[in-house]
């Protein structure tokens, strides 16, 4: 069975941080990548553009329960669902 983990960041807040925290953020991000891999565990990674250029999909379902998707494209232009 395989998981798909996505770590999301609020832009805005990511903005405010001095350069020491996002230091700190990205040793955190990374330390966790590569205790990821080996342990044999990491497929594949893509960065998704900012939350700023996403596109909302809102559907409704045959018992009126409604469902947002927001869509987010990568740098290869496929898109990805968050």
Same mark, same amino acid.
């Given at each position: 069975?395989?998981? #798909?983990?996505?770590?999301? *960041? *609020? /832009?805005? !807040?990511? $903005?405010?941080? %001095? $350069? $020491?925290?996002?230091? +700190?953020?990205?040793? #955190?991000? #990374?330390?966790?990548? +590569? $205790? !990821?891999?080996?342990?044999?565990?990491? !497929? %594949?990674?893509? +960065?998704? +553009?900012?939350?700023? &250029? @996403? /596109?909302? &999909?809102?559907?409704?379902? @045959?018992?009126?329960? %409604? =469902?947002? @998707?927001? #869509?987010? =494209?990568?740098?290869?232009?496929?898109? @990805? /669902? /968050?």
């Amino acid at each position: 069975m395989k998981y #798909m983990l996505l770590i999301y *960041d *609020d /832009t805005k !807040v990511w $903005e405010k941080f %001095s $350069e $020491e925290q996002r230091k +700190q953020g990205m040793d #955190m991000y #990374m330390k966790f990548t +590569q $205790e !990821v891999k080996s342990g044999g565990h990491y !497929v %594949s990674s893509n +960065q998704l +553009q900012p939350a700023s &250029v @996403a /596109t909302s &999909v809102r559907t409704r379902d @045959a018992n009126g329960w %409604s =469902r947002t @998707a927001h #869509m987010r =494209r990568r740098a290869s232009n496929s898109a @990805a /669902t /968050t």
